[in-house]
C-alpha cells in the first residue's frame, strides 16, 4: 500500500513570496491534515479536512495560509506571503476513519520551507 | 498552553537496557493516547495507543502506561536497540468528544541508543 505523498520535499522562498506544498493521501482514506512542525517542538494542526469539507482550522492562520482538497482527495496548501516565522517542515497526514474516534494518523515525509 | 509535555528533552541509554519516555497531559477530557517515533527526514510513524479505559497496553518490545489520576503516560522500550534511535512524540485526543479526533504533540524526545 502506497504512503502519504508530499512534494516539494524542500523549498526554500525569500520572505513575502508566495509558497505551495501538495498532500495525495493514503487511497481511501477519508480523512486529511496538515501539520506545522517547527524545530524543536511538536506537529501543530493547521487545518483537518473530512473529504472536502474542513471540520477544524481553528489554527490556521487565514491571513496568509490556505489550503483546499478537491474532489476529497489531493489537498493543496499555500502559503501568501510567507513570513520568517514560517519556517518549519509542513506535514501531511491522512486516516481511514472518519473524523472523530480512536484515530490513527500516516504521516507524509513532509516538506521542509526556509523562508530567508 | 502546552496541554501535552514531554519534559525530557533527549535520553541516552545501552543496548539491551530498558528506555522509559515520558509525558505529561493537562487536559482531562484526553481519552486516547499515542506514541509516534520519527527518524530525520521523514514523518512520524504510529507506534503503539491506549485509550483511557485501559491502563497499559503492550506490543512487542513497547509497553504503554497510562496513569490517569497524575495525568501521566510513558512508554517503556525493552530491550532497547540501535534501531530505535529516533525521536518519539506522544499525542493525545478527545476522541470521544467533538475535536474530531485532532491530536495534540508533545515536543518530543531524542533517543539514543548506544550498541
Known amino acids: 500500500e502506497a504512503g502519504v505523498a508530499q512534494s516539494p520535499r524542500y523549498k526554500i522562498i525569500e520572505k513575502r513570496q508566495s509558497v505551495a506544498f501538495w498532500c495525495n493521501p493514503i487511497?481511501?482514506?477519508?480523512?486529511l491534515y496538515w501539520y506545522q512542525q517547527i524545530l524543536g517542538q511538536g506537529p501543530k494542526l493547521l487545518i483537518q479536512?473530512?473529504?472536502?469539507?474542513?471540520?477544524?482550522d481553528s489554527q490556521l492562520p487565514k491571513d496568509r495560509f490556505s489550503a483546499e482538497r478537491l474532489k476529497g482527495v489531493d489537498s493543496t496548501l499555500k502559503i501568501q506571503p510567507a513570513k520568517l516565522e514560517d519556517s518549519a517542515v509542513y506535514l501531511c497526514?491522512?486516516?481511514?476513519?472518519?473524523?472523530?474516534?480512536?484515530?490513527?494518523?500516516?504521516f507524509g515525509p513532509g516538506t521542509r520551507l526556509t523562508v530567508l | 498552553d502546552q496541554q501535552v509535555k514531554q519534559n525530557s528533552p533527549s535520553l541516552s541509554v545501552q543496548e539491551g537496557r530498558i528506555s522509559i519516555l515520558n509525558c505529561d497531559y493537562t487536559?482531562?477530557?484526553?481519552?486516547?493516547f499515542l506514541w509516534y517515533k520519527k527518524y530525520p527526514a521523514e514523518g512520524p510513524t504510529f507506534l503503539i495507543s491506549?485509550?483511557?479505559?485501559?491502563d497499559k497496553n503492550e506490543d512487542g518490545r513497547f509497553t504503554v502506561f497510562l496513569n490517569k489520576s497524575a495525568k501521566h503516560l510513558s512508554l517503556h522500550i525493552v530491550p532497547s536497540q540501535p534501531g530505535d534511535s529516533a525521536v518519539y512524540f506522544c499525542?493525545?485526543?478527545?476522541?470521544?468528544?467533538?475535536?474530531?479526533?485532532?491530536?495534540?504533540f508533545g515536543q518530543g524526545t531524542i533517543l539514543t541508543v548506544h550498541p
Open positions: 497526514a491522512s486516516s481511514y476513519r472518519l473524523a472523530g474516534g480512536y484515530n490513527e494518523q500516516f
Open positions: 487511497s481511501g482514506h477519508a480523512t
Open positions: 479536512f473530512q473529504n472536502n469539507g474542513v471540520v477544524d
Open positions: 487536559n482531562s477530557m484526553f481519552d486516547y
Open positions: 491506549i485509550s483511557s479505559i485501559k
Open positions: 499525542a493525545a485526543s478527545n476522541a470521544g468528544g467533538t475535536s474530531y479526533g485532532k491530536l495534540t
